[in-house]
Structure formats: C-alpha cells, structure tokens
Nanobody, 119 residues
Framework: QVQLVESGGGLVQAGGSLRLSCAASGNTLSIDTMGWYRQAPGKQRESVAHIASDSESNTDYLDSVKGRFTVSRDKNTVYLQMNSLKPEDTATYFC?????????????WGQGTQVTVSG
C-alpha cells in the first residue's frame, strides 16, 4: 500500500505560479512512476505530468502544459512546478503513484488539491 498526501494548491492570477507537493509513504520502494492528474468540473480526469522512479529524465507531459509545468522528484516526494498558469488550468489536481508487478498495475491516489486560476 502507498499513501499520498498533497499540498500547495490555491488561488492565483493568470500568469502566476504555484508549486504542488506530494509525499508518499508506505511501500514506496515499489513505486514505478509518480505524477499528477487533474480533473475540471464536467471533464474527465487527465494525466498532466509523470516521472519515472528509475530516471529523473524520464518524464511525460500533457501537451497543453509542456514548457510551463515541470515535474520533479526528491526521494519519496514529487513536485509539480506550474508557471504561466492559465484559467484553463483550473482543476482539482491529484497525486498519482503506480506500482507494476507480476500481479498487474496498482494505482494509488491522493485526496486532491484545488488549483484555481483567475483570468
């Protein structure tokens, strides 16, 4: 089992910055990837940014956030630095961790943190 606790959301004006943090505990040695999803009202949850456990250079980003968001990791904490925020970035952001084993995939989620960008 993995527990994820997020922090860092809030209200910011368009063009501003926020940094989200997510601390993992529990079976952290088995985590393969960590990152962030987001979900806006009335929309599906989408993958925003992820980073692999075995290589900090192994990252992937949602096209609309490339060049503005940066995902990074320090031991059992993953960060999302969000710059040049836009109103369309408004959503609840969820920390995500995935463990891949012979049993299959196990996904773990944080409780979510609200990011609101005012235009």
């Amino acid at each position: 089992q993995v527990q994820l606790v997020e922090s860092g959301g809030g209200l910011v004006q368009a063009g501003g910055s926020l940094r989200l943090s997510c601390a993992a505990s529990g079976n952290t040695l088995s985590i393969d990837t960590m990152g962030w999803y987001r979900q806006a009202p009335g929309k599906q949850r989408e993958s925003v940014a992820h980073i692999a456990s075995d290589s900090e250079s192994n990252t992937d980003y949602l096209d609309s956030v490339k060049g503005r968001f940066t995902v990074s990791r320090d031991k059992n904490t993953v960060y999302l630095q969000m710059n040049s925020l836009k109103p369309e970035d408004t959503a609840t952001y969820f920390c995500h961790a995935r463990i891949v084993s012979f049993r299959g995939l196990n996904d773990y989620w944080g409780q979510g943190t609200q990011v609101t960008v005012s235009g």
